[in-house]
Structure formats: C-alpha cells, structure tokens
C-alpha cells in the first residue's frame, strides 16, 4: 500500500495506519480529500502523484514514493510495477501527460459530442447506483417550432397555395392582419382566432401530405426541418421547397430551390428506420409528434452518433446530475478494466473535482454514490488495494470524510472534526471561508442503531469520535451509556 508520496516540501499522505483504519468506510484501503483554495495545488498534487506512482515524470524532476508491505517501509524514487494509476478530472481545461501501461487518464474528452464509452457498462453501474435507465432515441418535432418558422413565411412573402379555401383565408387574414407576424407567431395564435383556424387546417393539410408521401413522413421530414434550421440553412428556401415538393403551392422557380441536403437527410433516414433497426428493442412507437425506440447495443448508438440523422438520444429516468455522475464512474470503469487486464492489482485512483459542475443536492450524496460504486467496482474487480485520492473545492464532500483523511494544503493539520459536522462549521475550520452528508448521515444512523443495542464495537466508538456534531455524538453515546 502507498503510505505517501512525497515533492518538493510538499507530502501526500494516502495510506497511513489510521488512513487505513477509517477508510474501511468506503470499502477502500485508504481514502483521502485533497482541499486546498484556489491556486493551493490540489490538481499539480495529484498530477505529480499520478507521475511518481506511475512512473511518467518528466527528466529533471524528483519526488519519491513511500509504500508498505507486509508490514515492511520501501521508499522508491521509480515506478512499482504492481500499481495501476487511474486519474479522473471533470474540468475541460487539463494538462496533458504521458500515459503507460501502468498509468490510465479516464477523463472525458471534451468535443462537440460527448460520446458513452459503452451502453452496456453505462447500464450496468446506473442499475448498481439503484437508477436502472435504458437508452430512448427520438424522431419528432414540436408543433410550436415548426409553427414559429411557417406562419411569418407564409404572410411575409407573395407565396399562392394550391388549396383555394386555405389560400382565401390566409387573404383574408393578410388584408385584417397587417401585423408584425414576424415577431412572436405563438402568442399571436393564441391572441387572434381566426389565424388559429387557419394554420390549424394549414397544418393538417402538411402533415397529411407528409405521411402519404412515406412512411412516417410528419416526423422525419419536420425533424429534419428543424435540424436544419439549427444548422443555419436558408429557412425561406427550405419552406419553399417542402410546400413545392407537396404540390401545396404555385412556384414557378421550385428548380431553383436548395433541396438537396434535406432530401438526402429525410431518405437516410427512412432507410435507417426501415432496414437497419434489427438492434432495436421491440417495434417503434408511433405517438403523435414523435417517434420512440429502444437502443440495445453499442454498435447500433454508434451508428447514430456517427451521423447526421435527426435522432435524438436521452437516457431515460436519469436527472443530469446522476447522468454526469454515471458517466464518470463509467469511465472510471473502463479505465480499471484496462488495468485489471494488464494485471496490475494495486490500484490508485486519483479524482480531481469529480463533484464540479454538481447541483448542491448532487454534492451531497456524491461520496455516497462514489463508495456505492468503489464496491460494485471492487465485486468486479477484486483488487488487492484500491487506494482513493479525491480534489475537492466543496465543503460538503468534508462532511461525509472523518478529518483524519482530510488533507488541505493550505494548513498543515485540520483540526476540526469534518465526519457528520454542520456545514457552517466546515466551512469556517476546514475551507476557511464564511447539513450533514448522506454518507455521514448513514452512518450516523447506524451507529446509533447499534448504540441502543449496546453492540458498538471498538471501531464504532472510533468512528463516534470522530463526529463533529456534538449533540449527535453527545446522542449516541447516551444512547450507549443507558444500554450499560
């Protein structure tokens, strides 16, 4: 085990006796918080800790690695080839570094699509996490948008419809209406009845037309439509082409009209419905604006992602807070499953600012979900040693951590107690600046569970210690005490 990594004048602890003791908790041999104020070096601490366990760093530069085994002290300036390095960060701005066999960088990689690593893993750690999801793709439009681009087209320019009761009515309107219907087309259907009426029946009339054309004709072909408009096509040019391809208008200059890339997205993907949907679960679902179906297999979300086809993909029952946290512990997975068959056993992993970008509720039950996964991880991967190092600005994730694995680098010790403290008080001692965790509070209850029992063991009594809340450890004990 790692007791510590030491550069510079500064020093890591991971793995010291009472580390290891406490750290039992989190289903690890040591676990550890990083904090620090901005500019403390929380990220270059782990940075450095990743290169010297691992090995990478850079010509010119010293630190040393301090492990224990079998109860024995080696002290090594070089890489152990038993350990594995996992390094995590949530942050988009990060510093690259070398990585190795021994040394796996799990962080996402920040591009125009953030693409699942694997549907299945993803899957699988949301069912261990207690928040079973499947994966839903969608084709379909919204009745607003598409309104909000056909009723200024249809009265600003000398466009003529083919259907003479559509085409008097939308005359009627323009002779009454003289309004700025570019501006705000919903609030004006729902302010003036009669151009409620008539797109009502102007829509109907598109949307019929559409389905006899093909075979889910509405949905694809507005899907389209809106996709496009996103992608800064010319929407005048496309409204016209569409209206012309129905035959619903006279236009004499319908050759003229930029209808190719619209055709080729409408026809791929009719064809990817049809003839290349045998991963799907089940048949498509057909509700109103939209179309719905399952995706089971990796290959087949590849498919998807991989082109430009108006599909949109969302992962069912999932908020997006447990959606990014499941996305990291599925990288996180990946990357120990690269080790695993590498067979390195020892395993480090190294999570700076995991909880970034967390709504504060999603803080709270972060070190909670992170020990849920730690065990699912461990079932999976037996692994001799796991040893936890995590960066943190947030002064919740210290309420779930007992101060003796609170680690800040702008003091040399922390001496309040953090385990099951009131936020304010963590706040003020640990991060120095102006409740309880789930993972504390958890534990908490168990404690004093066990506590009016009278069954507390040597460890509980260790652990109630290190309570700072003092009408909670104040509870407990007399809970004991009536129990003796």
Not at 191 to 220: C, H, M, N, V, W
Not at 232 to 253: A, K, Q, T, W
Not at 451 to 476: H, M, N, T, W, Y
Request: hydrophobic share 40%.
């Amino acid at each position: 085990m790692i007791e510590h990594v030491t550069f510079g004048s500064t020093q890591l602890n991971f793995g010291t006796s009472q580390v290891h003791y406490f750290s039992r908790i989190f289903n690890v041999e040591s676990f550890n918080l990083l904090i620090g104020s901005n500019g403390s070096g929380k990220t270059s601490g782990l940075l450095k800790a990743a290169s010297l366990v691992a090995g990478t760093w850079s010509e010119g530069e010293s630190g040393s690695v301090r492990t224990t085994r079998n109860s024995r002290v080696a002290s090594t300036s070089g890489p152990d080839a038993s350990y594995g390095v996992i390094y995590y960060t949530a942050l988009p701005y990060r510093k690259k570094f070398k990585q190795t066999a021994q040394l796996v960088d799990a962080s996402p990689k920040w591009s125009e699509k953030r693409e699942i690593q694997s549907i299945e893993r993803f899957r699988e750690i949301a069912e261990n996490l207690n928040s079973p999801t499947r994966l839903q793709a969608t084709i379909g439009y919204d009745y607003e948008e598409v309104a909000e681009l056909f009723i200024p087209f249809l009265f600003a320019l000398p466009i003529e419809l083919n259907d003479k009761s559509l085409r008097d009515d939308l005359a009627l309107l323009r002779e009454n209406y003289d309004g700025p219907f570019r501006s705000e087309p919903i609030r004006q259907l729902g302010e003036i009845p009669a151009l409620d009426k008539f797109y009502d029946r102007f829509f109907r009339t598109l949307s019929d037309a559409l389905d006899k054309k093909s075979l889910f004709g509405q949905q694809i072909a507005l899907a389209t439509l809106l996709k496009l408009v996103d992608e800064e096509y010319f929407v005048d040019d496309l409204l016209y082409g569409i209206l012309d391809d129905l035959h619903m208008i006279r236009d004499e200059h319908s050759e003229h009209r930029e209808m190719g890339e619209y055709a080729r997205m409408t026809k791929a993907t009719l064809h990817y419905l049809v003839h290349q949907n045998a991963d799907m679960e089940g048949s498509i679902e057909q509700s109103g604006t939209r179309l719905r179906f399952e995706i089971t297999s990796h290959r087949t979300y590849q498919d998807i992602v991989g082109s430009d086809l108006p599909i949109e993909l969302r992962w069912e029952n999932l908020s997006s807070g447990m959606l990014s946290l499941v996305d990291q512990f599925t990288h996180i997975d990946s990357a120990a499953q690269q080790l695993w068959d590498r067979r390195i056993f020892n395993l480090v992993i190294l999570i700076d600012e995991g909880d970034a970008f967390l709504h504060l509720e999603w803080q709270r039950r972060y070190i909670a979900l992170l020990t849920d996964f730690l065990a699912s991880l461990r079932e999976k991967f037996p692994f001799h040693c796991m040893q936890i190092m995590l960066a943190s600005h947030s002064p919740i994730l210290a309420g779930d951590v007992p101060s003796c694995l609170v680690q800040n680098l702008d003091i040399m010790k922390i001496s309040a107690k953090t385990f099951g403290a009131e936020l304010d008080d963590i706040i003020l001692r640990s991060f120095k600046s102006s409740s309880i965790g789930e993972h504390a509070a958890k534990h908490i209850r168990r404690l004093h569970a066990l506590a009016k029992e009278g069954v507390l063991s040597p460890f509980d009594r260790a652990l109630i210690g290190e309570i700072g809340d003092q009408s909670i450890r104040k509870a407990i004990l007399a809970a004991d005490a009536s129990k003796s």
